[in-house]
């Protein structure tokens, strides 16, 4: 159920794409998925699909692991793709029975979105499957660094975010645990109307957030206890270093947007 | 009759992943009206997951669970009754209070089952009385009481369903002996005065020994021996090969008999610790 | 002997008023006097609400006495100034494991400490290495902390407080949630660090067993020190003990209502007894 949600799942390796820097990972994941919404034909996105599936195959994650990611997204997948059908008027008639009307044009409009959401999750995940929950809020709080005028933010925010991913799995334990215990006590969850079951949450949130505060409440505690003060003066284990792995990424990038941009303007826009 | 039985109950995880793993494998198990019944084993051992079977949280991947006769899976009915019939509190019950006041927290077991406002407030007062709830308490929010206040509180909401098998996960853990021991005391005393059978699951032997009638341990996902609290000691050796523990008592005995006294072999408490070193005492021993 | 921590006539209360001429003033923590030295093994022992957690909290300037002063090292806590500075000499476990856990990744939490210093990379990717093997779980070191089990995750905590060098270690009931196996692992781990590297260990629990295996045993009753001595004398005190709602070990209880002789602690010691007794 709730534990499927493969985004935000790391998958441990060794590959290059795992060595990478986190921050290059975020600035190249974030250029691609630019780069893929100023490709205007089957060519220039052909051409960005097969370099995803080269760092695909790059990083060790299983072909599975990664179409799975795009599982949760099917129906928004099929959505975009009715309405491209539908609502798209361009290119030769392929079908005209009372108030539908479908054509190529919307046909290949519809493929076309397809494939660009796909790629654009699978890069996402990508970034995910390769790089830590840490790494990513790490690489967040390093990029926007030069942010520090805005006093501590960025700092806290990212310490938020690892706090938040950190106990994600411990709350959803928890609220498997306190919806048992309040169905042994005969609450009914699973029956009634939207409203009647959302009252009949009521039992399971209540006690989920008193723990939550109180855990919260804990964990500051804690970190007091270990000399936690805020960004000032803090160091890191692991040192950030653009390799020449990351050199490498960069060209990368860039030849693909220079070839997108050519493929582009030497072969017939579909949208 | 038995009052609680499982024919061949296996129960597995993540069926068809590899991470397949069995709980619970081809369980046999009846339990007598009334007993007090313990189960032990470590964490792993299935325990868990064994008494989620009895009120029907977890559904049998293979075999089936009977209370009073009835297969509680026949139909939704009979699940609903057994949740009803087999009321579960889980480790640290503290944890599932909401409610504004301690008496609609007892009264929401009670309220789910459809009774009348007269009958809940009857049961409430009676779980309240069992439990060392008192009439002030009654009153306050659940979250200005004491720790173990909370526990007794929530301890009193399954109690106030009036089940007729009462399993309690764990109930002494986190508490101090003081505490550990009113709450043993109440369980006993709740089973004394009502005839309800109960089901505690402990990790502490000493514990066990001072209430229970019978022992369950289990031993990776399979019943290792199902017996009365001296029959479960005597086999001291086979408990301590899996990794359990037994009561300190128990090992002084062992040990004694391991340096050639003739001790009995069923010894678990400090009473009967010393009548029987007062028996060798009497009748002489060649040391 | 050196002095790591020390508690001089301290009362503390959690009273918003604490203006004596006020009216009554409930301690939470009363004329406590302590002393904790390089190497000493100390089981605080008592009933919920004693003062235990508030003796542990005082210990590294979470709270700050009321009256009297608590010095770690000898820097009082009420330098603020200093606070760092006792936090990184004292370091402190907690009951619930997975309250304590910052990083999703078992190494980068044992890090926490050290980063939160100053301290070099280079250094503290040797002292979570350090650490974590001192625990046992360096093969855990990329591992999800949530993936762990609760002694597993308690070791993890240990870790991360080591990593900070401290002198002196409190663990605040760090076993009281835990099973017996898990219970077990802790320690064991806790008894390896201070015989082994010389750390001062404050061990507060509610388990008897637990504290007879310390050096030293103090009993915590309404705020002060009901007894203060090695295991096996303060457990002679059975009805006192009962009384502030305590247990014996099995063996010394059962040792005094056969009228052996001798401070009996632990299994053979009795058995030993019982069967001299027999002779």
């Known amino acids: 159920m709730i534990k499927d949600i493969t985004i935000g799942q790391f998958f441990p390796g060794d590959s290059v794409i795992h060595r990478m820097d986190p921050r290059m990972k975020l600035i190249l994941t974030i250029v691609y998925i630019v780069i893929i919404f100023l490709c205007k034909n089957f060519w220039a996105l052909g051409f960005m699909l097969l370099s995803l599936v080269i760092m695909c195959a790059l990083s060790g994650v299983p072909a599975k692991v990664i179409l799975k990611s795009i599982k949760p997204i099917a129906i928004i997948i099929t959505f975009t793709a009715i309405l491209n059908i539908f609502y798209v008027r361009t290119g030769e008639p392929l079908l005209d029975w009372h108030f539908i009307h479908i054509t190529t044009g919307g046909v290949f409009t519809a493929i076309f979105m397809i494939i660009r959401i796909c790629a654009l999750v699978v890069a996402s995940s990508l970034l995910t499957y390769t790089t830590s929950p840490t790494q990513i809020t790490d690489g967040i709080e390093r990029l926007f660094s030069p942010l520090k005028f805005m006093r501590g933010g960025v700092h806290t925010l990212a310490m938020m975010m690892t706090i938040a991913l950190r106990f994600i799995p411990t709350l959803i334990d928890e609220f498997e645990k306190i919806t048992n215990a309040q169905k042994a006590r005969g609450a009914d969850l699973e029956t009634g109307n939207l409203v009647e079951r959302a009252k009949a949450l009521i039992p399971v949130l209540v006690p989920l957030f008193i723990t939550s505060f109180r855990r919260a409440y804990e964990l500051a505690f804690a970190m007091e206890c270990r000399c936690y003060h805020g960004a000032e003066g803090r160091t890191r284990m692991k040192i950030m270093k653009y390799s020449k792995l990351d050199v490498f990424g960069f060209l990368f990038i860039l030849i693909a947007t220079g070839g997108v941009i050519a493929l582009n303007m030497f072969f017939r826009h579909v949208v | 009759m038995s009052i609680l039985k499982t024919d061949n109950l296996t129960y597995k995880y993540s069926v068809g992943t590899p991470f397949e793993?069995?709980?619970?494998?081809?369980?046999?198990?009846?339990?007598?009206?009334?007993?007090?019944?313990?189960?032990i084993g470590h964490?792993?051992?299935?325990?868990?997951?064994?008494?989620?079977?009895?009120?029907?949280?977890?559904?049998p991947t293979e075999g089936s669970v009977l209370v009073d006769g009835q297969d509680i899976w026949e139909s939704k009915k009979t699940l609903r009754d057994a949740r009803f019939k087999v009321g579960l509190c889980f480790q640290y019950p503290e944890y599932q209070l909401f409610e504004e006041t301690v008496f609609a927290d007892i009264a929401f077991g009670p309220k789910n089952m459809k009774l009348s406002d007269e009958e809940i407030k009857e049961r409430v007062m009676r779980a309240a009385e069992f439990t060392g709830v008192t009439k002030e308490m009654l009153e306050k929010s659940p979250f200005d009481l004491s720790g173990g206040e909370k526990r007794r509180v929530a301890i009193a909401g399954v109690m106030a369903m009036e089940p007729e098998i009462l399993i309690l996960d764990e109930p002494t853990s986190g508490l101090d002996p003081k505490g550990r021991d009113t709450i043993l005391r109440l369980i006993r005393d709740y089973r004394d005065n009502t005839g309800s059978t109960v089901m505690i699951v402990s990790h502490s032997m000493e514990d066990v020994a001072k209430i229970a009638t019978k022992v369950l341990v289990m031993n990776r996902a399979t019943v290792m021996s199902y017996d009365t609290v001296p029959e479960t000691y005597r086999h001291a050796e086979e408990l301590l090969s899996v990794g359990l523990d037994v009561p300190q008592i128990t090992k002084i005995f062992m040990d004694l008999k391991r340096r050639g006294l003739p001790v009995r072999d069923d010894v678990y408490t400090v009473e009967q610790a010393v009548a029987e070193i007062d028996r060798l005492r009497k009748e002489g021993v060649n040391v | 002997m050196e002095s790591v921590l020390k508690f001089d006539d301290v009362y503390f209360s959690y009273d918003e008023e604490t203006d004596e001429a006020q009216g009554e003033v409930h301690w939470a923590v009363s004329d406590l006097s302590l002393e904790v030295n390089r190497g000493d093994f100390i089981a605080v022992l008592g009933h919920n609400g004693s003062g235990k957690s508030t003796l542990a909290k005082l210990s590294n300037a979470i709270l700050i006495p009321d009256k009297g002063e608590v010095t770690v090292k000898g820097i009082s806590t009420k330098d603020e100034d200093r606070t760092l500075e006792i936090r990184r000499h004292v370091g402190m476990v907690f009951q619930n494991p997975d309250n304590q856990i910052v990083a999703t990744v078992v190494e980068e939490d044992v890090a926490f400490g050290p980063e939160n210093l100053g301290l070099d990379p280079a250094v503290i990717r040797e002292r979570v290495d350090d650490a974590l093997k001192a625990v046992g779980m360096y093969e855990f070191r990329d591992k999800e902390p949530h993936n762990l089990s609760g002694g597993q995750k308690q070791r993890?905590?240990?870790?991360?407080?080591?990593?900070?060098?401290?002198?002196?270690?409190?663990?605040?009931?760090?076993?009281?949630?835990?099973?017996?196996?898990?219970?077990?692992?802790v320690l064991e781990t806790v008894r390896k660090l201070h015989d082994e590297f010389g750390m001062a260990v404050v061990f507060i629990t509610h388990y008897m067993d637990e504290a007879a295996l310390a050096d030293r045993v103090i009993v915590m009753e309404q705020g002060r020190v009901l007894f203060d001595g090695a295991p096996c004398d303060v457990f002679q005190n059975v009805e006192e003990l009962r009384r502030v709602g305590l247990d014996v070990p099995q063996a010394t209880e059962l040792a005094l209502s056969l009228g052996l002789p001798g401070k009996i602690l632990t299994l053979t010691e009795c058995t030993d007894a019982i069967i001299d007794s027999l002779k």
């Open chain 3, 156 to 185: 993890v905590a240990i870790a991360g407080i080591l990593a900070m060098r401290p002198e002196c270690i409190v663990l605040d009931e760090s076993t009281a949630m835990l099973d017996p196996k898990g219970r077990r692992e």
């Open chain 2, 21 to 39: 793993v069995t709980a619970l494998d081809s369980v046999n198990l009846e339990v007598e009206k009334g007993e007090l019944v313990a189960v």
């Open chain 2, 43 to 59: 964490t792993g051992s299935g325990k868990s997951t064994l008494i989620q079977h009895f009120n029907g949280l977890l559904k």
